[in-house]
């Protein structure tokens, strides 16, 4: 219904502009000029909202839940740290808007950090790739339970490590095997995308594992983020 609205709205304003800059009321000082800029900034903003909630919506596609039903809100990010290895973002939703502690943060249906700090009006999320992030996860082959670990941060935006994944008989880890989150009710269900595996080894020294993951988003590079409400599970 809102995006039906937005749509005529936009329709009603395209014949006016056309008609105006065609009559050369455009490229003057009047105040139909004025006019002609108005409704091309009204324009703008509702292109800009359509594609807010085209995104919006496209999480349900992504994860079969309706967004009002599992998220939050999607608040904006407005500020990013990177120092000495230490990654995280602010958001524009605090307690007043119902944020708190260890609620996930997302991108479609990946984990990109947890919240770590509220206060009324903002909030702090801490990234996976903190170096200090340590985040339960699985390791998948198609959909088949390959082993268990721990995906650990190590302050650096493209590159994550799944550590205490032991050797057994018959374990093969590939590149190309997706890691998903461990359930860790009520605040981080089980099965949100973390990242990729890009290399793997067994440890000449233990009998460990040593994996090398991409993350499949990073919240320090997107504009808002999604905030999950406890106890929801993707399908």
């Known amino acids: 219904m809102v995006q039906q609205a937005w749509n005529r709205q936009a329709g009603l304003l395209e014949p006016w502009q056309r008609a105006m800059a065609g009559a050369g009321l455009a490229d003057d000082g009047s105040e139909a000029a004025r006019t002609v800029e108005a409704l091309a900034n009204a324009q703008a903003e509702l292109a800009m909202l359509r594609g807010r909630l085209t995104e919006y919506e496209s ?3 992504e994860g079969g839940i ?3 039903d599992a998220l939050l809100g999607r608040p904006h990010v407005i500020a990013r740290s990177t120092r000495q290895g230490r990654r ?3 958001i524009d939703f605090g307690s007043l808007d119902g944020v708190e502690p260890g ?3 997302i991108v479609g249906w990946s984990l990109v950090g947890v919240v770590d700090g509220v206060n009324e009006g903002r909030s702090s999320i801490r990234q996976v790739t903190d170096a200090e992030s340590r985040v339960p ?3 998948m082959a198609d959909d088949r339970v390959v082993a268990e670990g721990v995906l650990a941060g190590n ?3 493209g590159l994550l490590s799944l550590d205490f994944v032991e050797d057994r008989q018959g ?3 590939e590149p190309g095997q997706r890691v998903v989150t461990a359930a860790q009710p009520p605040t981080i269900p089980r099965g949100l995308v973390l990242g990729v595996v890009t290399a793997a080894s067994r440890s000449p020294a233990t009998d460990h594992w040593r994996i090398e993951v991409v993350p499949l988003h990073v919240a320090e590079a997107c504009e808002t983020l999604a905030l ?3 106890a929801v599970s993707p399908p």
């Open 88 to 90: 995280y973002v602010e």
């Open 155 to 157: 302050g650096t935006r």
């Open 59 to 61: 999480i349900r596609g």
């Open 103 to 105: 609620m996930a943060a």
């Open 171 to 173: 374990l093969l880890i």
């Open 66 to 68: 309706d967004p009002r």
């Open 228 to 230: 999950l409400r406890p």
């Open 137 to 139: 996860a699985v390791l």
